[in-house]
């Protein structure tokens, strides 16, 4: 699968290195050096590779901002930060994955493959499905999500965790089977990876995320999804 693939990168011997790597395996990529090269250049990627310690805009401030206009393009982060807490940092505003430095290629390009497939297996799901849980709305094929009416603004990531909870109602998972089944076999990360994505979706779709309705904490195990009122109703126009 070839893409444009935005590289993010200040230091220019890892630059040159990313783009012969990307380049090597099909892709299109572009290598820019600072934060406001990439907020100038990201809407014509399919994915970003993002470092976080970028001068002047930094590599959080530019996910911030792709976030806030882009909710599905994947972004990777490229660190050389060894605490979890940037990690984690970076997946609340909106990372779907990282990789530290320094990195193995293999790794890299598998992390790049298994997003984009992602993407692309939820822009193909069933054709106009609409799931109604309560007063949630979610639009599979639209990618959109609905509260009370309200538009729900959700990363891919986010998304396709609330349609794997939704397609399973009541029944309980694991962090590790939702690492499994959401981010792919192949993520290495931590299982606090789920706990931060459970926090942002409850924070979005829960009327109180303290005492959430939705997305329910199972002691010693996981998560489920709600089974009041499951998707008793999911439609297609073309549906027989």
């Not at 990282?98 to 293999?106: A, E, V």
């Not at 396709?160 to 109602?169: D, G, N, Q, T």
Request: hydrophobic share 40%; proline share 5%; with cysteine.
């Amino acid at each position: 699968m070839s893409c444009p693939i935005l590289c993010v990168e200040d230091d220019p011997d890892i630059g040159r290195l990313l783009t012969s790597i990307l380049a090597q395996a099909g892709h299109q990529p572009t290598w820019v050096s600072t934060g406001e090269e990439a907020l100038n250049r990201w809407r014509n990627a399919s994915l970003v590779v993002l470092d976080l310690m970028l001068p002047g805009i930094d590599g959080l401030a530019v996910c911030r901002d792709i976030r806030a206009h882009d909710a599905t393009i994947p972004i990777i982060m490229l660190t050389a930060l060894a605490g979890t807490r940037d990690v984690v940092v970076g997946l609340e505003i909106g990372a779907d994955d990282y990789i530290t430095k320094p990195f193995d290629t293999d790794i890299l390009l598998a992390r790049i493959q298994a997003l984009l497939r992602r993407r692309k297996a939820m822009e193909e799901l069933t054709s106009s499905t609409l799931m109604k849980i309560k007063a949630l709305e979610i639009d599979i094929d639209g990618h959109r999500v609905k509260f009370d009416g309200n538009m729900i603004q959700l990363t891919t990531r986010e998304f396709a965790l609330l349609v794997f909870f939704a397609r399973h109602p009541g029944k309980g998972f694991s962090r590790s089977e939702l690492l499994d089944a959401v981010w792919g076999p192949e993520f290495d990360g931590f299982d606090h990876t789920v706990n931060t994505h459970i926090n942002r979706l409850r924070s979005k779709i829960e009327p109180d995320p303290t005492r959430p309705e939705y997305i329910l904490t199972v002691w010693g195990t996981g998560y489920r999804f709600t089974d009041d009122d499951a998707p008793a109703s999911v439609s297609d126009e073309n549906a027989p």
